[in-house]
Every structure is written in C-alpha cells, then in structure tokens.
T-cell receptor
C-alpha cells in the first residue's frame, strides 16, 4: 500500500487553466517534496518543505506554486502551464530532511494541451 | 556542483544470478548520503539501500549490498539471487544540500 497518497492520478489541462495537485501522508514525517519526472528521465527536485516551511526552491518557474497547509498535506498549484510542463509529478516525504529515506507517492500524470 | 553518473543505461541478468550496477559521483563535500532507489514499471519509487558517507562499512539489505569507495567516489549496487520482481529502473542518488539522481539503469531479470 502507498503511504504517500497523491491525487489526482491523471490530469489534463489547458494552458489557461488553474488546477492543484494534492499529496497526503500520515507517517508523521516533517519533510515533504515535489519532484518532476519526464519520461525515461530521473526525478528532478522542485521544492522541499521542512516543518511546513519552504526550505528549497530549485529555481522553479512561478507558474508552479507550492503550499504546505499542515505537516500532513502538500499542494502544488498550477497556473498558465506550458506544454513542456507535461510530466509525472511525484510527491515524497521523509522524517526530517533529504538525508533520510524518502517515501514516494504514485505520482500525478499531468498533460498540458 | 554535485553530479551523479550511471554509465549503464540497460542491463539484464538471469534469475538467481548476481548483477552489479555502477554509480559514480562528484562532490567537494566530506559528509553526504547516497541512495539506491528502484522504480518498477508501476512507477512508485522505492528505497533499496542507503549509505552514510562517514560510515566505512558497506550497507546491506537482504539480497542488496553496496560497494562504497569514498576516495574513488564510487557507489555500486550488488543484487544477489536476482528475482523477476527486481526488474525495474534503478536510480543512484546523492544528497547534501539538495537531492540529485543519476540517469538510471534499466534492469531486466530474465527467467
């Protein structure tokens, strides 16, 4: 069973739409992550939240806006995306920081029309 | 800048045999962490093994073990008694201030 739950599993949106990706974990982890993974490529770190505060933003365009409402939830708000943003978006969590093992969700497959 | 290199895009092994996946990295830091993650076709990424750079002893997890050579900046993964369920993409990863993954090695275990 997946301990990190991501919704939706699939999302198709136009370039002018606003949508959000959701991630939830109930393992008591205090660090949560967003990754972008293109087909046949490794994951690329986008954002890191540590104790509900944004600690790393890997120069991600502002059309991606992360939010961490509480220690169990992580959102990624999407607005005015480009076709090259089509990818698998993975959420992960770990106990404290990047040096600990990460638990990944199944991802959201995003397609931009 | 931290980089991670996996020089074997694809590998195959017969069931029950042993296979070794290679990984090299580059960093000027002395304390860091290394990981091997597995991503089966169902796509959920799973941790295989983790190594702390300040520990000289190589990490092991059941059939999975690493050969960590800090001076050579090498971190290879050995899978013993390969099983069909080991078929997956394997990513070597490195963390200091952020997280970097290698390009991956697609491993196929053949019956």
């Amino acid at each position: 069973d997946t301990e990190v739950t991501q919704t939706p599993k699939h999302l198709v949106m136009g370039m002018t739409n606003k949508k959000s990706l959701k991630c939830e974990q109930h393992m008591g982890h205090r660090a949560m992550y967003w990754y972008k993974q293109k087909a046949k490529k490794p994951p690329e770190l986008m954002f890191v939240y540590s104790y509900e505060k944004l600690s790393i933003n890997e120069s991600v365009p502002s059309r991606f806006s992360p939010e961490c409402p509480n220690s169990s939830l992580l959102n990624l708000h999407l607005h005015a995306l480009q076709p090259e943003d089509s990818a698998l978006y993975l959420c992960a969590s770990s106990q404290r920081d990047l040096n600990q093992p990460q638990h990944f969700g199944d991802g959201t497959r995003l397609s931009i029309l | 800048a931290q980089t991670v290199t996996q020089s074997q895009p694809e590998m195959s092994v017969q069931e029950a045999e042993t296979v070794t996946l290679s990984c090299t990295y580059d960093t000027s830091e002395s304390n860091y962490y290394l990981f091997w993650y597995k991503q089966p076709p169902s796509r959920q990424m799973i941790l295989v093994i983790r190594q702390e750079a300040y520990k000289q002893q190589n990490a092991t997890e059941n059939r999975f073990s690493v050969n960590f050579q800090k001076a050579a900046k090498s971190f290879s993964l050995k899978i013993s008694d390969s099983q069909l369920g080991d078929t997956a993409m394997y990513f070597c990863a490195f963390s200091v201030y952020d997280m970097r993954f290698g390009a991956g090695t697609r491993l196929t275990v053949k019956p």
